[in-house]
């Protein structure tokens, strides 16, 4: 799954379950960029790699989201 991948899974997650999804591309250096999933936020890393598995579970364990659930 690539990092735009996730933004747009969570942005559905977050449509289904009433949460505030926002991105903030000026937030971050570089590629880099945050991502709001309510009061919870993490940082995605150049939106157009994968992203290593390690990666993907610690930002959604930031988020408060489980895996399996996108």
């Known amino acids: 799954m690539t990092g735009n991948e996730?933004?747009?899974?969570?942005k559905v997650y977050g449509r289904k379950h009433g949460a505030t999804v926002a991105l903030n591309a000026s937030r971050?250096?570089?590629?880099?960029?945050?991502l709001y999933y309510g009061s919870?936020?993490?940082i995605v890393r150049?939106?157009?790699?994968e992203l290593k598995t390690?990666?993907?579970h610690g930002m959604c364990s930031q988020l408060g989201i489980k895996p399996s659930d996108l």
């Open 28 to 34: 971050g250096k570089g590629s880099h960029q945050t």
């Open 54 to 56: 390690g990666t993907f």
């Open 46 to 49: 150049n939106p157009k790699d």
């Open 6 to 10: 996730f933004i747009r899974k969570v």
């Open 40 to 42: 919870a936020f993490t």
